[in-house]
């Protein structure tokens, strides 16, 4: 299954990319997912011909590999071939932060729903996971307040602070 | 002291309800053990030999009475009435079952305590002085920088799944009471020539099978920078800190193996990236939480204190004032350390009763608070000298006057092979032992200052690399050895100690400690420690001692 995220609303979607397995030769359909050593390889020749191109990252690859590729492409999956080898929470949190990827960063592999919200404050905004879409979002949604700025924008416990102090202040003006 | 708001408490709340979730999903079978573990670890709850352990966080240390009553009503209620202090500054229960966690992280909830990230590979408990608000020297408040440590690194959403544990130690003094060069990050607040508040931080040190003294990679890194500069640092580490070997995976060894100006060039270069003023925390939410730890409402009192003297009088509490209470900023205070190493006792043990006593004192007493030390004792930060009889005598009445502070007996242990499922060997009954052989208050006073630290295991929980003397409990064919260690130190002047040589049997540990400090008596110079004596002499006298037997033999 796969779960988006789109303005504040998660939902099902009909996963259109094709995954390219190790050694599989490239499907015909329009979208695939390529392993960073095969986008490497073959990834020029298949934007040149107007196909979907997404990256899928090994926690070890390093996100610095395709800043001169990431506005060609349309989306980067970042796997966790073990939900503990939190490696892509900083791939996510780095491809929206410093290099500004607007693309779809999906997050996939042992996809938890203990780890949710950890995710979707990364950037993550698409989930290959068999947990269900309402599932999902309540755990994402989990914590009322967050205390640290992160790539979802969120405004932390400090600033809703703030904003506060400053309406009271107003109110009492 | 510090206090939750709204949202502080709906944060605690919010991972309570989380976690009694995930101990259902534990429970009926959905959650696999394997599953189960990383969460129930971030929640500090560990499977021990005997049954489930809660670790519940203490941050940096700070107890206000009404926390103190809390733990001692969990000890009762739920655990065999006592709880374990320990060298993070927390406190254990080791007899918790799975099902009750969620009512007492509930209970614990309502005293504004939790068991967050007291375990787990993420950002743990914040370690700072004990004697932070109370100490003369400091340049600063510490807890102030700890909160702000404690809040950004709470669910950090990057940071949760880190290659390892992750810990930082806050001083704000030049004596070091926080073992800050022994942490993943130790951070020692300055102010520079031009009175600006920035920190030193020293990254990669750490204890464990392979102990490292930190490295400074920032001389004065201005204090506004405090969290992007963290920020910089974890995200070097989590994406490249070794995931393959456990024992590998702590940020000393990338520092170790990358070199610590390669590890300071990185985590600049990621400083630089970083969006800063949207990462560091705002002047005004400093000042907020400056503002919510108060001021002490310190009393104006002469310096010295008549009936402070004329207790001398009593020899007991003459020891105690000399071992235990150290000067305090204010003139009039002192700092009352209360010792949880009494003769013959597992170290950092405490009653409910005892709980319950000292959280009576220190309201009466101490401006209500109390701090948990990185060697498992207490303190009452702010005791008036006038009212230190009255506290000696309080704590005697619960077994808590015990007049040992930095001596001899005030070692650091860890559980051992008695409670913990990784330990080689025992640790407690050695500690008990070593306590006995020195039970003479006047020759243990005599010796003065030694730090004894002792670890049941190569991971090192009791510290044992940066004792003065260290021991460390090793497997021999299935038999439990002892291996000791010289020279090492946790504080300002930090070091690994040195292997005194081959790994002794149970019986022979506390026999072996008494030669080395017999040594140490016949050859010191005025005003040397035991620690001073060692670097003087290096390991020569005092190897020969303790191995003069088996030459013979």
């Known amino acids: 299954m796969l779960i988006r995220l789109e303005n504040d609303h998660f939902h099902l979607v009909e996963d259109r990319f094709a995954p390219v397995g190790e050694g599989e030769a490239i499907a015909d359909t329009v979208a695939v997912i390529l392993s960073l050593s095969r986008f490497q390889a073959e990834g020029e020749a298949l934007l040149a011909a107007g196909r979907d191109v997404g990256v899928r990252m090994a926690p070890a690859d390093r996100v610095e590999d395709l800043i001169c590729d990431l506005p060609r492409l349309a989306l980067v999956a970042l796997d966790f071939p073990k939900y503990r080898d939190g490696r892509a929470y900083s791939s996510a949190v780095m491809l929206r932060e410093t290099y500004g990827f607007d693309g779809e960063v999906r997050a996939v592999g042992d996809v938890l729903i203990d780890q949710a919200w950890n995710m979707v404050r990364c950037g993550f905004d698409a989930f290959e996971t068999s947990v269900g879409p309402n599932a999902w979002a309540a755990a994402a949604r989990r914590y009322r307040h967050v205390y640290q700025a992160s790539a979802d924008h969120r405004p932390p416990a400090f600033v809703e602070r703030s904003q506060a102090a400053r309406r009271l202040a107003a109110q009492e003006g | 002291m510090f206090q939750y708001d709204a949202i502080d408490a709906a944060m605690v709340a919010d991972r309570n309800a989380e976690f009694r979730d995930q101990v259902s999903r534990r429970l009926s079978g959905e959650l696999t053990e394997d599953q189960f573990k990383p969460l129930r670890l971030m929640n500090g709850l560990y499977l021990q030999l005997h049954s489930y352990m809660l670790r519940v966080a203490i941050p940096y240390g700070a107890l206000s009475s009404a926390k103190m009553r809390a733990l001692a009503h969990v000890a009762r209620r739920w655990d065999r009435g006592y709880g374990h202090f320990t060298t993070r500054q927390n406190i254990q229960f080791h007899w918790i079952k799975l099902s009750d966690t969620p009512d007492v992280l509930d209970y614990l909830a309502t005293a504004e305590l939790h068991a967050i990230q007291t375990s787990g590979n993420c950002i743990r408990n914040t370690t700072s002085d004990p004697f932070a608000g109370a100490a003369a020297e400091e340049v600063d408040d510490p807890r102030v920088w700890s909160e702000v440590i ?41 102010r520079n020539r031009e009175g600006r508040l920035g920190f030193e931080v020293i990254v990669g040190g750490g204890m464990g099978r392979t102990p490292y003294i930190g490295a400074t990679i920032r001389e004065h890194l201005p204090a506004e920078h405090l969290l992007s500069y963290l920020t910089a640092i974890l995200r070097v580490y989590n994406r490249f800190g070794r995931r393959d070997n456990l024992y590998k995976a702590r940020i000393k060894i990338l520092v170790a193996s990358l070199g610590a100006a390669e590890f300071a060039r990185l985590a600049d270069e990621a400083w630089e990236a970083m969006d800063r003023p949207r990462a560091d925390l705002p002047d005004v939410e400093l000042a907020r939480i400056r503002a919510s730890f108060g001021l002490v409402d310190f009393r104006t009192l002469p310096p010295r204190s008549e009936r402070f003297e004329a207790a001398k009088g009593d020899k007991a509490f003459a020891r105690f004032a000399r071992n235990n209470i150290v000067p305090h900023k204010v003139p009039g205070y002192g700092i009352v350390q209360v010792s949880l190493k009494g003769i013959g006792e597992v170290p950092g043990d405490c009653t409910a009763d005892q709980m319950e006593a000292l959280a009576d004192l220190a309201e009466r007493y101490g401006h209500g608070e109390i701090r948990v030390t990185h060697e498992q004792n207490l303190v009452l930060p702010h005791v008036a000298l006038d009212d230190a009889p009255a506290v000696h005598a309080g704590l005697a009445a619960v077994g808590l006057a015990t007049p040992n502070i930095n001596l001899v007996s005030d070692m650091i242990a860890c559980p051992g092979l008695d409670y913990c ?38 991971n090192a929980c009791g510290h044992h690399h940066v004792g003065h003397i260290g021991i460390l409990g090793v497997d021999k064919k299935g038999e439990e050895y002892y291996q000791l260690t010289l020279g090492g130190s946790g504080a300002e002047d930090a070091a690994i100690g040195h292997v005194l040589g081959p790994a002794l049997s149970a019986d022979r540990v506390a026999d072996a400690i008494d030669k080395l400090v017999d040594v140490y008596l016949a050859i010191r110079q005025p005003q040397e420690r035991f620690l001073d004596t060692y670097r003087r002499t290096g390991v020569g006298p005092f190897k020969a001692a303790v191995y003069q037997d088996a030459h013979q033999a």
């Open chain 2, 421 to 458: 499922a990784l330990a080689n060997a025992r640790a407690i009954p050695i500690a008990q032992a070593i306590s006995e052989t020195f039970a003479d208050p006047d020759r243990a006073e005599q010796v003065g200052e030694l730090k004894i630290k002792i670890s049941g295991c190569i």
């Open chain 2, 150 to 190: 404690r809040q950004w690194s709470t669910f950090h959403p990057e940071f949760t799944y880190l290659p390892r544990k992750f810990k930082i130690a806050v001083t704000a003094s030049p004596r070091d009471r926080t073992a800050a060069r022994a942490h993943d990050i130790g951070l020692v607040l300055r």
